[in-house]
Nanobody, 119 residues
Framework: QVQLVESGGGLVQAGDSLRLSCAAS????????MGWFRQAPGKEREFVAR????????YYTDSVKGRFTISRDNTKNTVYLQMNSLKPEDTAVYYC????????????WGQGTQVTVSS
């Protein structure tokens, strides 16, 4: 069982930056690929970014490329999402998720952290 706890959300203005953190309880954190997802009011949850267990491979949805950066520190069992040049359309609850490397389903999810970007 892996527990994930997100933090770092808040209310910011357009153009500002935020860094989200997700702390994991996994004993061997590097075994898990990690992802960030978000869900805006009235919309389905969508993929934002993912990172491999080693941190050597990352992937982003097109709408955040060049603005968001996913990273991880396996010594701290933590994954980050640095969000720059935030836009009002980035407003959502952000969730981190974990899947065992080599599998496709994100089995473990955090409780989410709210990010609100005002115009």
């Amino acid at each position: 069982q892996v527990q994930l706890v997100e933090s770092g959300g808040g209310l910011v203005q357009a153009g500002d930056s935020l860094r989200l953190s997700c702390a994991a309880s996994a004993r061997t954190f590097s075994m898990y690929a990690m992802g960030w997802f978000r869900q805006a009011p009235g919309k389905e949850r969508e993929f934002v970014a993912r990172i491999s267990g080693s941190g050597g491979s990352t992937y982003y949805t097109d709408s955040v490329k060049g603005r968001f950066t996913i990273s991880r520190d396996n010594t701290k069992n933590t994954v980050y999402l640095q969000m720059n040049s935030l836009k009002p359309e980035d407003t959502a609850v952000y969730y981190c998720a974990a899947r065992i490397a080599g599998t496709y389903d994100y089995k473990y999810w955090g409780q989410g952290t709210q990010v609100t970007v005002s115009s």
